[in-house]
């Protein structure tokens, strides 16, 4: 019995993760193809830079607070306030995307030039100026607030001289540097990491049996395309390509 059961899980892993990868679209010039390590979550790219970040964020929030009602346009147009939550979340949330989807990859590797968190800043400073006769203003110190903009948007301006060469990196989804059992998503890992991961949940869940554990794995397999973080570092033999756009 155990060993049909294996087979299921063996073939499941084998389609499901062993044949499949994780994508990031990114610019080349942030990858380490000197080392042996060539994306380490650990060495924050922002860290020179983060404080001067978060106490802007700061007081971009005050403004909100106190009535502005300002609309980032990109490829969408979302209020101030949505993009705040979303570029701070990432900002200090420690870890690199990965998705299973190509297309998206891609898509992020043009438009975000590798860092959303910098274009979603770029974006603020550059709109921001059109809200600066808004009475909100007289609440906050009006002249540290437009000292660091001007500060944020040397800094970035100065990025963009290095030039951008976006590519897509492509590692399978049974890369080590992906387990960790801080991640929900099943299908990833070594099989035996797999594996532990599976039997330990179908158990609990009073699946791990010859006639339910297929229709559990069909269950933990529904999501077409997710997302997921690296927080380990990613070590260059485990890349499968560098697919240059």
Request: aromatic residues 12%; charged residues 25%.
């Amino acid at each position: 019995m155990k060993e049909r059961i294996d087979k299921i899980i063996r073939s499941h892993w084998q389609e499901m993760v062993n044949e499949n990868y994780f994508y990031r679209g990114m610019s080349l010039n942030n990858l380490n193809l000197k080392s042996s390590i060539v994306l380490d979550p650990s060495q924050n790219p922002f860290k020179n830079i983060k404080n001067v970040l978060l106490e802007y964020n700061q007081l971009l929030c005050q403004l909100v607070e106190k009535g502005l009602e300002c609309n980032i346009n990109d490829f969408y147009v979302e209020p101030l306030q949505k993009i705040l939550g979303w570029t701070i979340r990432d900002l200090q949330n420690p870890g690199i995307d990965f998705t299973t989807n190509y297309a998206d990859a891609v898509s992020y590797a043009f438009n975000y030039a590798g860092s959303q968190i910098k274009h979603n800043f770029n974006l603020i400073v550059n709109t921001i100026h059109e809200y600066k006769n808004h009475s909100c203003f007289t609440h906050i110190d009006h002249q540290k607030f437009w000292h660091i903009t001007e500060k944020i948007k040397s800094l970035l301006e100065h990025d963009k001289y290095i030039m951008h060469q976006p590519v897509v990196i492509k590692v399978r989804r049974s890369c080590a540097a992906f387990e960790t059992e801080i991640i929900n998503e099943l299908n990833l890992g070594s099989y035996d990491f797999f594996y532990d991961k599976v039997k330990k949940e179908a158990i609990k869940n009073n699946m791990f049996m010859i006639d339910k554990i297929a229709f559990f794995l069909h269950q933990k397999s529904q999501s077409a395309h997710f997302n997921i973080r690296l927080i380990k570092p990613l070590h260059k033999d485990a890349l499968v390509d560098i697919i240059k756009l």
